[in-house]
């Protein structure tokens, strides 16, 4: 029998060839097998994201983002209140407001509310009110010779819509004819010995540079144009009237004004030179005068005139006005109540949309309104001089109290100011130099303390008792209770420059004032800048000045600016009484 089979080995070397071969094998044949599992396994996981629903049309689905709804308005206190009802698109960013001053059309952004759920926006848009007429500057002529006409100079900075007021006076009996464009409020005269007329015209964009009045026979004359700014321009004149006779005191008749603030003119024309001296004294009380003229001529027959103005805070009867001459003699008076111009609020008009990213639903439907309700700051009856102002009717009052002292025996400054025995606040204080001190400073009274008043006298006690002091006050209506004055500013000098001084600029609100007082340690007197109105300028003692002026805010930075005719030292002080909302 064949031998047993032995088992086959195989060496140590073989056996290690064949490891090596066996794992190359599986090296090549498994690679392949691995990468397609993987595949397996991606091609199945995309698998997950294949949308099965049909789309036969092969469209794109899209989305609409839903425009708020309800968009109402409501106009009050200045602000236009928006409101609306959310947009339903719950994934919505917030909403974008426009406003345009024209309906349907002219949308420019205004803001951005954010968030879904949002539903209001207040556009603090200023309100409407009436301006405060201010009497701007006056050219006066006065004919020595007798002529048949005058020409007058139109008055410096006349710009389009103030209000010129032109009065001519002659001797014995005439007819006074206006240029064209003028309109004749009245003319009298007064037994063959003094003639008198009064016109009106709202400047145009182009005025000529001077105006001629004619007359039928050749008389000696004088005559004055005043500019007024503020007035309505398309009915400026709220009532007249004109009267005459023959006395010491030409007497301006009383008129019945229909409206609020109206200033009240008083005017009159007299034979001979009888101006009083100081001309001061010619004017009536309680009044501002704006110019007095008279022929100084050795004529046949003298004239003489004058021209007068005050606030009237609410309508009613104006009373007369006397003015004060040195004769007996013939005159002729007139008054003219100028009615103040309302400025209305912007009518604006609003759409609403709603955001998300770049997408903008659809407008909401259009809402428009005014914001009407606010009010403007305007000044009651005349600025006073001394310690004694009676108080003017009017609304929400405030009474502004400017103060300058000089010594020597130490820096002067206010303790106390009490007004029929209520006390006024100090809103700022300035003092200027070193050996000699001067000080400037403005005090407030609320409408609570006016009506709480038992009197109109002003108690005033200082530190280290000034050599010379001086006051100036003013009341003004429809300024804001809750909070009387905003911005306030200081600044002085102990030198002679810088001249004009200034304070540093205030911030206003539209309806605003500015008021500024100051002092200088010289005599002289005070002209205002930067558009302020100059409202008292008077040298005390011989040897000081104290200023005041005032400026209406249209919402601009206002910078008080006051110039001496001859400086050494001086301090200014700047606030601003804020507006009833």
């Not at 030409?250 to 109206?262: D, E, H, K, Q, R």
């Not at 009159?268 to 704006?290: H, I, K, N, Q």
């Not at 409202?535 to 919402?555: C, I, P």
Request: aromatic residues 8%.
């Amino acid at each position: 029998m064949p031998a047993a089979a032995q088992p086959r080995t195989m060496d140590s070397g073989a056996l290690h060839s064949w490891e090596s071969h066996v794992r190359r094998w599986l090296s090549w044949s498994l690679a392949p097998l691995t990468l397609l599992v993987l595949a397996a396994i991606v091609t199945l996981s995309l698998a997950l994201w294949v949308d099965t629903e049909s789309n036969p049309a092969n469209a794109i689905g899209t989305d609409t983002l839903a425009a708020p709804t309800g968009l109402g308005l409501v106009a009050a206190g200045g602000n236009n209140t928006l409101t609306w009802t959310p947009t339903s698109s719950t994934w919505a960013g917030g909403y974008t407001v426009q406003r345009s001053l024209t309906s349907g059309s002219g949308y420019s952004f205004l803001a951005t509310v954010p968030g879904q759920a949002s539903n209001g926006y207040v556009d603090a848009v200023g309100s409407g009110g009436f301006e405060t007429v201010t009497f701007m500057s006056v050219t006066s002529l006065v004919q020595t010779t007798a002529s048949t006409s005058m020409v007058i100079t139109k008055p410096a900075g006349t710009v389009l819509n103030d209000l010129l007021i032109a009065t001519v006076s002659t001797q014995n009996d005439t007819t006074i004819s206006p240029p064209a464009g003028w309109t004749q409020l009245g003319q009298l005269t007064e037994q063959n010995d003094v003639t008198m007329g009064v016109w009106y015209r709202v400047a145009g964009g182009s005025e000529p540079a001077s105006y001629t009045f004619t007359w039928d026979s050749s008389r000696e004359s004088n005559g004055a144009i005043l500019r007024y700014d503020g007035a309505d321009p398309v009915a400026p004149i709220d009532v007249s009237a004109i009267t005459s006779n023959e006395t010491s005191s030409p007497l301006a008749p009383s008129v019945t004004t229909t409206v609020s603030n109206a200033v009240v003119l008083r005017l009159f024309g007299s034979e001979g030179e009888v101006l009083e001296s100081p001309v001061g004294d010619t004017y009536p009380g309680a009044t501002t005068g704006r110019y007095a003229i008279e022929t100084s001529c050795a004529c046949s027959v003298s004239v003489s005139s004058a021209g007068a103005d005050a606030a009237q805070a609410t309508a009613g009867a104006s009373g007369t006005a006397s003015f004060s001459i040195t004769d007996s003699e013939q005159w002729v008076a007139a008054t003219v109540a100028l009615t103040p111009n309302y400025v209305p609020p912007s009518t604006y008009y609003y759409v609403v949309n709603a955001y998300f990213q770049n997408w903008t639903s659809p407008n909401s439907n259009e809402a428009s309104g005014s914001g009407g309700g606010g009010f403007i700051v305007a000044r009651l009856g005349a600025w006073g001089t001394g310690t004694s102002h009676t108080a003017p009717a009017g609304t929400d009052r405030a009474l502004v109290f400017v103060a300058g002292a000089e010594g020597s025996a130490g820096l002067p400054d206010l303790t106390s100011v009490t007004y029929g025995g209520q006390a006024l606040t100090q809103i700022v204080q300035d003092n200027a130099g070193a050996s000699t001190f001067d000080a400037a400073e403005i005090w407030v009274l609320s409408e609570a303390g006016i009506a709480a008043a038992s009197g109109s006298t002003f108690i005033v006690n200082w530190t280290n008792s000034p050599d010379n002091l001086s006051y100036a006050h003013a009341f003004y209506s429809d300024v804001n209770q809750a909070s009387l004055t905003g911005a306030t500013a200081i600044n002085n000098s102990d030198a002679a420059t810088p001249n004009p001084i200034t304070t540093a600029s205030l911030a206003t609100a539209n309806g605003d004032m500015v008021v500024t007082g100051v002092i200088s340690g010289n005599p002289g007197s005070y002209t205002a800048g930067n558009g302020f109105t100059l409202a008292v300028s008077t040298s005390f003692d011989s040897t000081a000045t104290l200023g005041a002026a005032e400026k209406r805010a249209t919402g601009a930075a206002e910078t008080p600016s006051m110039q001496h005719s001859g400086p050494n030292r001086q301090a200014i002080g700047g606030i601003v009484l804020q507006a009833t909302p």
